[in-house]
């Protein structure tokens, strides 16, 4: 059985970060494990407050965990600390992590910043050059490219940009552009692009669930534009048919 693991924060709501991730690895027949790096207090309606995990603790996961089992892949969602991300780092080059997709989360759909300034540059500069691919959403892709992104011809740009930052494979997820979700894949040479309709009201967890089903169909043997086409179809779907539990935000049923 292919093993794959997420490096991100908790949310109590079980609706994105780690637990999210778990489930979609779950649902796919993957074994997934897990490396803590911050804990927050989340609803569907409001966003508390983030408590980062020390490093030292991160790094006695990454020893202990992969000392004994060694993941087809991984990725990372949120990582919060500048602390936190130079110990990734030096991990991921220690034990050789291969098959990387970064989610880049940078603010949380309430508004949350959920990465501070002073990480930003290690993300793109360090981490990021380490990754198979990079799957942001349009904020995001803003936010690592400076390029803002109002129409599909700015995606397109922006995606060529995200790709210079060092990744193999660049995604930029466009559930933000007004009609259409238009998802665009960039290569480096071509790209590839996937529309899809919008559906109405805010769902919790898109970008977890897209990057962790992305990993996924890689460890399925999937070739990358496989698995994101396959990655856009599972969120698709889960969108369909997500749940209203509480106040807020849809989560997305997995």
Do not use: W
């Amino acid at each position: 059985m292919k093993t794959a693991l997420t490096i991100g924060a908790s949310d109590p709501t079980s609706g994105a970060g780690i637990q999210l991730d778990l489930k979609v690895f779950y649902s796919l027949d993957i074994y997934g494990l897990s490396i803590l790096t911050a804990v927050t207090a989340q609803s569907t309606s409001e966003f508390v407050l983030t408590h980062p995990v020390p490093p030292e603790v991160i790094e006695a996961q990454f020893e202990v965990l992969l000392k004994d089992i060694k993941p087809f892949g991984a990725k990372t969602g949120m990582l919060y600390s500048k602390e936190a991300l130079q110990c990734i780092v030096e991990k991921i080059k220690k034990f050789n992590i291969k098959n990387l997709v970064i989610d880049p989360v940078i603010t949380s759909t309430l508004g949350a910043k959920l990465i501070e300034n002073n990480a930003l540059k290690i993300l793109k500069e360090e981490l990021i050059p380490l990754s198979i691919a990079v799957t942001a959403n349009i904020p995001e892709a803003e936010t690592l490219t400076e390029v803002k992104i109002e129409k599909i011809e700015d995606v397109y740009r922006a995606s060529e940009k995200l790709y210079q930052l060092g990744s193999n494979f660049a995604i930029i997820k466009g559930g933000h552009l007004e009609e259409k979700a238009i998802d665009i894949l960039y290569d480096g040479k071509n790209f590839y692009k996937i529309e899809s309709e919008k559906y109405p009201g805010e769902f919790h967890g898109t970008g977890c669930a897209f990057s962790s089903a992305f990993l996924s169909f890689l460890c399925l043997n999937y070739e990358p534009k496989e698995a994101f086409k396959a990655a856009k179809n599972f969120v698709k779907n889960a969108i369909i048919n997500s749940l209203k539990l509480g106040k807020g935000m849809r989560l997305l049923k997995i």
